[in-house]
């Protein structure tokens, strides 16, 4: 089949790597259906270390299942499927308790064996905890939108369910990429009294105000940080969902929030220090929350809306690309040419 | 009157400054019948730079009303009272919102002209907002208890409610002094199903046993962490109440937290950096709370207990001294020798 290595920065490449194959009896084949590229992808892409093995990539997609295991019983044959992020057991604490990123036999994509998203086929191990059954065609039109729910729409709710958002508060998001943008979505759902969205691309921005931003602020920096306290009596808001993962992403947030707030990380850190002493983060008594979501732990809850049509997070895929093209949309998604591209297989 | 001044690492006095009288309508003037020596009061205790003027100390006191501004009117004269390690208006949003810590007319004691509670007497702005007056005699045996609500079971309190502390929740508390014993003993009123105290001097861990504690980790550092994670499955706790401010503390802290839980900082941090990249915080979505107590929100609670005895905080003082003998006082804390030393004017 065909697969999508990365060798380096900027250096994507399809290839033709052997077909996966059940390797262990509760795994599941699943042919995908649809794939993207994430904004995270954009970092190795950025930063790796060449090697000539490469790795291969993608880690969100929709597929229908085509090989089960002998162990595998609620994922069934012909089953569309959606595919959160992280691959878990289903079944230990810490998938019981929500935190699947966590799972004691869980792991991420393109590692140990285990392929990516952006390809033909990807082998899924503990299909039954991993894996989401949905009865909907491979044809749909609401194809685009059950995708995000393998990634950007779960990180964008995981941001702001970590940060207890609720009609009480109000709310920054730092970022107009999907996870931004999908952050404005569930700060909504979540009754969140105002979403200011620091963004730069208006059209971005603009579909941020269709999920339900209520303010917009262009300027980065400290003129951004000056902006969102004009706008909020120069108090900054409870919340602010930091989707972006640079230092001067963070250094934003804490500009931002309010005193007794909450500053909530889905944007992976690209460093390893940052300043929580007591003039950031501690006088204040801000809290840092955040991590890899937790995405299946939400697919139950946002299902639904998606089914129904009252939301449509499918919106942030402004471009589509076969899998021959991948490398093109790499290059669009990282010039900010395009916000997210859908890859068909 | 007397009064405690720092003048340098290692150089505190205490000399005759003039006695402190009403300035402002909402003020009253306290005379201090208990203080104490603070953790906190350490740090510039070794790295002050030294001052001809000095800086006023103490943030501790209970004390004795002796005069009143025509404005204030919850206090009365003669009322015994406590007064929390931060003054505050007690009627701005922030005070309503129980983050009393970030009063938008409040300030910390021994800056802007407002003394300490080293001393003889205080002035106290917004006294109303301030000081909690209570129904016992200043010779009774619940002052050193009652003193601890000035700042260290407040603080130790603030610390497993900001972590959110129930009785499905695992705790280790880092460090053995006043706040860390206090955090046991607040971790064992929200019923913490377990409490490891991270301490090496015997005579507080047994103390810290006493206020609740399950287990008790003597090594430091990475022995330390290894010692905590087996006494748990390898997993670490749900809470990480981090008591020290010192970098090895927040370490530590890091070490031995399980994924998806909270690290609760309340001692003071001594760092502005600090790890919270993919590899500390973000990758096992460790929460960071924490900063310094809002102990006025916490007294109507904490207060009940006291009285009737059912909590004996005050044990944390192990030592008195009067006021001339204060430097000693320090000296004693500073060496380990005295856990929390009682200060009578």
């Not at 790796?48 to 490469?54: K, S, V, W």
């Not at 995000?148 to 709310?171: F, P």
């Not at 002493?277 to 008594?285: A, D, R, V």
């Amino acid at each position: 089949m065909r697969a999508t290595y990365l060798y380096g920065p900027g250096d994507v490449r399809v290839i033709d790597v052997p077909d996966p194959v059940i390797h262990d009896a509760t795994d599941a084949i699943v042919r995908v259906v649809r794939a993207c590229v994430c904004g995270t992808d954009l970092h190795p892409y950025h930063s790796m270390a060449p090697t000539p093995q490469g790795s291969s990539m993608g880690h969100e997609f929709v597929g229908v299942v085509e090989d089960i295991g002998g162990d595998v019983h609620t994922v069934k044959m012909r089953d569309l499927v959606i595919a959160p992020f992280v691959w878990s057991d289903g079944t230990c604490d810490y998938c019981r308790e929500g935190l699947h990123t966590s799972c004691r036999h869980g792991g991420y994509w393109n590692a140990g064996g285990v392929g990516g998203g952006q390809a033909e086929a990807v082998r899924v191990p503990f299909a039954d905890g991993t894996l989401v059954p949905v009865s909907v065609e491979e044809n749909s039109p609401l194809i685009p939108s059950l995708l995000t729910l393998s990634d950007v729409y779960g990180t964008g709710y995981h941001a702001v369910r970590a940060a207890r958002v609720s009609a009480e508060t109000t709310v920054t998001v730092i970022g107009d990429g999907a996870v931004g943008l999908l952050a404005v979505l569930s700060a909504r759902q979540l009754d969140a009294r105002r979403v200011v969205l620091m963004g730069r691309h208006k059209d971005r921005t603009d579909l941020g105000r269709e999920f339900g931003a209520t303010d917009v602020v262009a300027e980065r920096g400290e003129e951004g940080i000056a902006a969102v306290r004009e706008l909020t009596g120069g108090d900054g808001t409870h919340v602010v969902i930091e989707a972006v993962g640079h230092m001067p992403a963070y250094q934003q947030a804490v500009g931002v929030v309010r005193p007794g707030g909450v500053i909530s990380r889905v944007g992976v850190p690209q460093y390893k220090n940052a300043p929580i002493g007591f003039g950031s983060l501690f006088g204040p008594n801000i809290t840092l929350t955040g991590g890899p979501a937790p995405v299946r732990a939400y697919i139950d809850t946002l299902l639904p809306g998606v089914l129904d049509g009252r939301v449509e997070p499918g919106k942030v895929f402004d471009r589509e690309a076969g899998l021959d093209q991948i490398a093109d949309a790499y290059r669009a998604m990282d010039s900010r040419e395009a916000l997210k591209v859908l890859v068909r297989p």
